[in-house]
């Protein structure tokens, strides 16, 4: 291996990187616990003990918010010859998106960055890769995958100080697997296998999965398969991948397996992360990080108001002399009235109750909480506590921008996603995905007697393409990912009719005047891409089905054909057949091979309405 290091050397690398970021680990339990609240996978627990699971309810209301959906893909390159070729590559991602079930996994994602980073790795599950070995695993050999990696198995440079871990050495995860399993596959070195050490109770006491385990004896489960745990490390340097042993015991003097890595430069690993960054940190401020007190002092508060309110009773005193007053008062019917001989000597004491203090006190706490977790009240439907509806509408728009910059952090991080999977696309040798496209028919023509007849009309068919590598043009680099504008959110059906009310009453109609305009103007301007442009932008995404946009020098064609003809000259002889004035285009004598310029066109405009004015001036004279 093209390495400096010894292999212990980098074992000791893998354990210090988790030793540096054990107390991160350690947090994200405690947060995951308070996430889960004390029902989860408990034999009993106190009512009322956490009655407002604020974290939970802001993941339920955020995720779906910024994750709903599958995403759309754009494809660009800054070559023409490359652009036909970009839009196979969107059209692939966007099926293999739906295939993997990528919208599940993006949620995950998600919420693996609000509890410390989120981690997605991207490959190819060869039939000699770890992801294809075992026989349970779902990743079929020869599938491109993206997965979640857990961050109690992802394994890090220890020195590393950049945001995002740029600056990392290696990179990698570790994973549990038979070790029959490696034994079988001969890909690996089998005296090493031998002596891995099987995992242990110890090892999974602190990790997130031990929260639903209870009681359970950890080490006589496993004794029914003999499972050992390896890390793969990606190491940009080597340009290699790396397996090695994970855990105690498990320095050896040579590595289980080296290959060459194959993939983006990038490497496998997709980092998300929804908080600013710390200088000189690799890894942001868990966002629950910032709620969990809040959490904690609104359920402390809660829970004393509920105990107050328990506590609160009514009872009867009355003097000894009234006893009989007293209880001829209990036993009283509602509304009754009754004989008493001493009424002063009985009085209804009441004892405990809730302050309203606290009641305002746990108002503030909430409002705070909802501050600090980016307003997910107004996502979700609930007031966040203006004096007014103006004042209300002003601060869920000023709060929203947290959140919008969380989604927008998202996409960026999905469009990388994206281009770790296309690489495979571009690259691999043996592809051959079938995808259907819309393509646009235009109008058919055939010669008439006073000019073109249209035989069709314009039309929008699918048709039945191939992602092959024939298919392939320019270089991978030269093409940019990006993900459409809201396209993994969710619109109810009476939004998405209020939006295409909006576009068909005042975009379709601007759009329209516009391309007059600027026609006029001799500036050139598309209306097709305008209106495409501005349908994704407002969610509108099967426009395609019912938008045809024929050719220019056709639409010339048939203007031609409404308006004044032009005749022979003076001395000309009347053509016998008009089929003579047809191009081989399939277009009349009297237009141009190509579709003329915006200033031609106007140009002839004006002087058709210079002929029409001096026939009005001969009439008048006459």
């Not at 308070?34 to 802001?58: M, R, T």
């Not at 020195?159 to 001969?186: E, K, N, T």
């Not at 009347?574 to 200033?599: H, L, R, Y």
Request: proline fraction near 6%; hydrophobic fraction near 40%; aromatic fraction near 8%.
């Amino acid at each position: 291996m093209p390495m400096n290091i010894s292999p212990k050397q980098v074992q000791e690398a893998v354990l210090k990187g988790r030793e540096r970021f054990q107390n991160f680990r350690q947090a994200r339990l405690m947060f995951l616990r308070n996430y889960v609240g004390q029902y989860y996978d408990q034999e009993k627990g106190g009512i009322g003990g956490e009655p407002l699971n604020l974290i939970f309810n802001a993941i339920r209301i955020l995720l779906p918010y910024i994750v709903m959906n599958y995403p759309t893909c754009n494809v660009r390159s800054k070559y023409l010859m490359a652009r036909e070729y970009g839009e196979l590559l969107s059209l692939a991602l966007n099926q293999h998106s739906q295939e993997i079930d990528i919208k599940s996994v993006y949620r995950r994602w998600i919420v693996d960055a609000i509890f410390t980073l989120g981690v997605l790795k991207t490959g190819l599950a060869e039939s000699d890769s770890v992801y294809g070995l075992d026989e349970g695993d779902t990743i079929e050999a020869g599938t491109v995958y993206t997965e979640a990696v857990d961050f109690d198995h992802f394994c890090v440079d220890p020195s590393s100080r950049d945001h995002m871990f740029r600056d990392a050495r290696f990179m990698g995860d570790s994973m549990y697997v038979p070790r029959s399993v490696l034994l079988d596959s001969g890909l690996y070195k089998n005296d090493l296998v031998e002596k891995l050490p099987r995992i242990s109770s110890k090892q999974q006491d602190e990790r997130a999965h031990g929260l639903s385990m209870r009681e359970l004896n950890a080490d006589d489960l496993w004794k029914l398969e003999d499972e050992v745990e390896i890390a793969e490390l990606w190491v940009p340097g080597a340009k290699a991948i790396v397996t090695v042993p994970i855990g105690p015991n498990a320095a050896f003097d040579d590595y289980l397996r080296v290959d060459e890595y194959y993939g983006l430069n990038d490497g496998p690993y997709t980092l998300l992360s929804l908080t600013p960054p710390v200088p000189s940190n690799p890894l942001p401020v868990p966002a629950v990080g910032i709620w969990n007190d809040l959490h904690i002092l609104t359920n402390r508060m809660a829970k004393k108001i509920i105990d107050q309110a328990t506590r609160q009773k009514d009872v009867v005193a009355y003097r000894g002399s009234a006893a009989d007053d007293a209880e001829e008062l209990q036993n009283a019917r509602d509304g009754g009235a009754i004989k008493c001989d001493d009424p002063d000597g009985i009085q209804i004491k009441s004892f405990g109750g809730q302050q309203n203090s606290n009641e305002a006190a746990l108002g503030s706490l909430m409002s705070w909480f909802n501050m600090m977790a980016g307003n997910p009240a107004a996502q979700g439907g609930t007031s966040i506590g203006g004096d007014s509806a103006t004042e209300t509408r002003l601060l869920a728009g000023n709060t929203s921008v947290g959140l919008e910059d969380m989604k927008d952090l998202v996409y960026q991080a999905v469009g990388a996603e994206l281009r770790r999977r296309a690489f495979y696309f571009h690259t691999d040798p043996m592809i051959n995905m079938p995808l259907i496209r819309r393509q646009s028919q235009p109008a058919q023509y055939a010669p008439g007697a006073t000019g073109p007849i249209m035989v069709s009309p314009a039309t929008m068919r699918e048709i039945q393409v191939f992602l092959t590598p024939e298919a392939r043009r320019g270089d991978f680099l030269d093409f940019m990912f990006s993900v459409e504008p809201e396209s993994m959110g969710r619109r109810d059906s009476r939004t998405r009719f209020q939006q295409a009310l909006d576009f068909a009453v005042k975009i379709l109609p601007a759009a329209a005047q516009a391309a007059q305009t600027l026609a006029m103007l001799g500036i050139p301007f598309s209306p097709k891409e305008y209106i495409i442009r501005m349908a994704k932008d407002a969610g509108i995404d099967w426009l395609d089905q019912v938008f045809y946009d024929p050719e220019f020098q056709q639409q010339m064609a048939m203007r031609l054909m409404a308006g004044p003809q032009a005749g022979p000259s003076k001395g000309q002889a009347q053509p016998k057949d008009m089929s003579a004035q047809i191009a081989q285009n399939g277009q009349p004598a009297n237009v141009a091979g190509g579709a003329p310029d915006m200033m031609t066109q106007i140009m002839q405009d004006e002087q058709m309405g210079a002929n029409q004015g001096q026939m009005e001036t001969k009439k008048e004279v006459w």
